[in-house]
């Protein structure tokens, strides 16, 4: 079964049907857990069954958000803490898309989305590997941008990586040195 946290919208209409107990460790930032059915008949003709309403009192923005779901078993916590954790995943993929310039997924079948995502996650970490390792202080976007004008050049990365900007016209063949396709 899919399992859905979103954050409730201000127009969603809705009937209370039980009140859930409040967590008993001390959790305080769970205000509200309960049981409910969408009020209005278009809504509830697309989902009739039972949802939990979850409220969360958000310390850092200190503001109240509230969710709903279709996950019963877990804890309000639970629930509160993997929609946290949504927008870490939204960001990472919003990073991925501008560093790496990726528009759409090329492929659309499970095993192909996971080929690209994997693809991208090793050229992330290769590219702040090298980042990090190199001694000129790069921002990654311009280190990106460099790595791609760069891409088919026959360089001496570390060279490269630590003073991109060298003159090197004195060497008889600098770009030949070391063979090092990036």
Known sequence: MLHIVIRLKKNIRLF???ERDL??????????DEVIILDKQESFEHYPKQLRRIAVWDKVNQKTTELITNQMSWTAATIAELYKQRWQIETFFKAIKQLMKIKT???T???AVLIQIWTALIAVLVVKYLKQAAKY??????????MRMNLFVKINLTEWLDHP???NSHLQNP?????VWV
Do not use: C, H
């Not at 967590?23 to 509200?32: A, H, K, R, V």
């Not at 770009?175 to 063979?179: A, G, P, S, T, Y």
């Open 175 to 179: 770009r030949q040195e070391v063979i």
């Open 165 to 167: 900007f060298r003159d």
């Open 16 to 18: 209370r049907k039980q």
């Open 23 to 32: 967590p008993e460790d001390g959790d305080q930032n769970i205000l509200i």
């Open 137 to 146: 202080p790069w921002s990654l976007s311009n280190f990106l941008a460099f």
């Open 109 to 111: 079948s499970k095993n």
């Open 105 to 107: 997924f090329v492929g």
